[in-house]
């Protein structure tokens, strides 16, 4: 018996209608951001929120991300603050996520937070998600539309080929613009960047006129994205490589002969978008993957976390 495979629906009125109809049914939706493609379930309802972990692999400890359509309903769920509305009125909707006490009354299920007494919450830019955000009209826990530890999705594509047997359906609106997570960033006691991602750290500390806090490694989980290995392919990476060795695929970055180039000019910004399709390219290949080296600034931050995670050592 052939397994049954994810809807395809169209970023119109009608297939965002169906897909908010299916997320208040308590079905997975897979849906593009600016960032990435998310796996989305009703927050608030916990059978729904327990199919994203089941379906994905994930751990339950891993908190989730929980996408609102704007700051007022981001207030419905957390204790908001003088800082979080200044940093919500820079860079949101965008790809900030920001992690705030839960608020009494909030509704969420214990599931998402993984039973901490804070949530990750963002609003995201993208249209089609704004869209199907005010069309379901609630808060939506959506990791990225992988299976847990591998490379995120960047296209309905990638998310029909890990997931299109457990989830109910996919919104597909071509490939995602920033190409990796959002920037995760803890407010308390004092701003701290729990994850790197599309928004640069930079611009932040800019508008905060401060630097931020660094994440500690090796400590307890606090938002999402921190796992080691992360983001993973199934191929074994090699960082901070100036040539492929006998045997190896090559991703480049900047002006060089390789198999496929995160950016043959350099620009960081091109490079995260393209780095999670490309990784999915080498790695149906199924040969060792080695990587040139990309600069540490700017975007540059993130996309080295995550080929870090890829190239981590597996449990």
């Given at each position: 018996m052939?397994?049954?495979t994810?809807?395809i629906?169209?970023p119109?009125?009608?297939?965002?209608a169906?897909?908010?109809?299916?997320?208040?049914e308590g079905?997975l939706?897979?849906f593009?951001t600016e960032?990435?493609?998310?796996l989305g379930?009703?927050?608030?309802?916990g059978?729904a929120?327990?199919?994203?972990?089941e379906?994905?692999?994930?751990?339950s400890?891993?908190p989730l991300?929980?996408?609102?359509?704007?700051?007022e309903a981001?207030r419905r769920?957390v204790?908001?603050?003088d800082l979080a509305?200044?940093l919500?009125?820079?860079?949101?909707?965008?790809?900030l996520?920001?992690?705030l006490?839960?608020?009494?009354?909030h509704?969420?299920?214990p599931?998402?937070t993984?039973?901490?007494?804070?949530?990750?919450v963002r609003?995201?830019?993208?249209?089609?998600?704004h869209a199907l955000l005010?069309?379901?009209?609630g808060?939506?826990?959506a990791?990225s539309?992988n299976?847990s530890?591998?490379?995120s999705?960047?296209?309905?594509?990638?998310?029909l080929?890990?997931l299109?047997?457990r989830?109910?359906?996919?919104v597909?609106?071509?490939?995602?613009?920033?190409?990796v997570?959002?920037t995760?960033?803890?407010l308390?006691p004092v701003?701290?960047?729990?994850?790197p991602?599309g928004?640069p750290a930079?611009?932040i500390?800019?508008?905060?006129?401060?630097p931020?806090?660094?994440?500690?490694e090796?400590?307890?989980?606090?938002?999402?994205?921190?796992?080691?290995?992360h983001y993973?392919?199934a191929?074994q990476?090699?960082l901070?490589?100036?040539?492929?060795?006998e045997g190896?695929?090559y991703?480049?970055?900047?002006?060089?002969?390789?198999?496929l180039?995160?950016?043959e000019?350099g620009?960081l910004?091109e490079?995260?978008?393209n780095l999670?399709?490309?990784?999915?390219?080498?790695?149906a290949r199924a040969?060792?993957?080695?990587v040139?080296p990309v600069?540490n600034?700017?975007?540059?931050?993130a996309?080295?976390?995550r080929?870090r995670r890829?190239a981590a050592p597996?449990d």
């Amino acid at each position: 018996m052939t397994a049954p495979t994810a809807e395809i629906l169209s970023p119109d009125s009608t297939g965002l209608a169906r897909a908010a109809a299916l997320l208040a049914e308590g079905g997975l939706v897979a849906f593009p951001t600016e960032t990435v493609y998310g796996l989305g379930a009703d927050a608030r309802n916990g059978t729904a929120v327990a199919g994203i972990y089941e379906a994905k692999g994930r751990p339950s400890f891993n908190p989730l991300i929980v996408h609102v359509a704007d700051v007022e309903a981001a207030r419905r769920y957390v204790e908001w603050s003088d800082l979080a509305d200044r940093l919500a009125g820079a860079f949101w909707p965008g790809p900030l996520t920001l992690v705030l006490p839960l608020r009494e009354g909030h509704g969420i299920s214990p599931l998402v937070t993984a039973g901490l007494d804070t949530l990750a919450v963002r609003v995201p830019e993208h249209p089609t998600a704004h869209a199907l955000l005010a069309a379901f009209g609630g808060p939506v826990a959506a990791p990225s539309a992988n299976p847990s530890g591998r490379i995120s999705s960047t296209t309905a594509g990638h998310v029909l080929a890990g997931l299109g047997d457990r989830i109910a359906a996919v919104v597909d609106d071509g490939p995602t613009p920033v190409g990796v997570e959002s920037t995760i960033l803890g407010l308390a006691p004092v701003p701290t960047l729990l994850r790197p991602g599309g928004l640069p750290a930079e611009a932040i500390e800019a508008m905060l006129g401060e630097p931020l806090q660094g994440l500690t490694e090796g400590g307890p989980l606090t938002a999402p994205g921190q796992m080691t290995s992360h983001y993973a392919p199934a191929a074994q990476v090699r960082l901070n490589a100036e040539a492929p060795n006998e045997g190896e695929l090559y991703l480049g970055f900047g002006p060089m002969k390789a198999d496929l180039n995160l950016s043959e000019s350099g620009d960081l910004r091109e490079a995260a978008a393209n780095l999670f399709g490309h990784l999915h390219a080498l790695d149906a290949r199924a040969l060792p993957i080695a990587v040139a080296p990309v600069p540490n600034r700017g975007l540059g931050v993130a996309i080295n976390d995550r080929l870090r995670r890829a190239a981590a050592p597996r449990d």
